[in-house]
């Protein structure tokens, strides 16, 4: 059972470090090279799909996180599996207080409504989300470490 939930929970998050990885080096550099207002519709677009699924993946991540630590706390390599949690959780509160706001603006705009700094909104948006995909990546690779 241990087993089933450690390979599950690894590979649940390793799916979401994948999708948040492609957002910021694959996605959002072609809807930046979009002629026209082609960049910005796509990212508002991407905003509202991304933004209704990813707050449920974070979580379910964090909760299937929490219970491997719990069910294997008297196991080696729970330690790293609490470390994991923890980046997740510092992933959670810097998408809630950092992304989640731009987003939440961002995911509205057309090219008749947006605002004139819309582009430093976005680079800072994208500099957020560098920084959390880096946490997300450190916290699979402590699961993938917790299961050898």
Do not use: C
């Amino acid at each position: 059972m241990l087993n089933a939930l450690e390979v599950f929970t690894t590979v649940a998050v390793g799916v979401m470090v994948g999708v948040e990885f492609a957002v910021a080096f694959v996605i959002n550099p072609i809807l930046n090279a979009l002629p026209g207002d082609g960049g910005q519709l796509g990212r508002a677009h991407g905003g509202r799909m991304l933004g209704a699924v990813m707050p449920v993946w974070y979580i379910t991540s964090l909760v299937l996180v929490a219970v491997w630590a719990a069910v294997g706390r008297h196991h080696e390599g729970t330690g790293l599996v609490v470390t994991a949690g923890a980046l997740l959780i510092l992933s959670v509160v810097m998408s809630v207080l950092l992304l989640v706001p731009i987003n939440n603006r961002s995911k509205t705009w057309t090219p008749e409504n947006r605002p004139e700094d819309w582009k430093e909104q976005m680079n800072r948006w994208d500099r957020f989300h560098y920084a959390r995909v880096a946490v997300i990546i450190a916290a699979f690779t402590l699961l993938v470490a917790a299961l050898a």
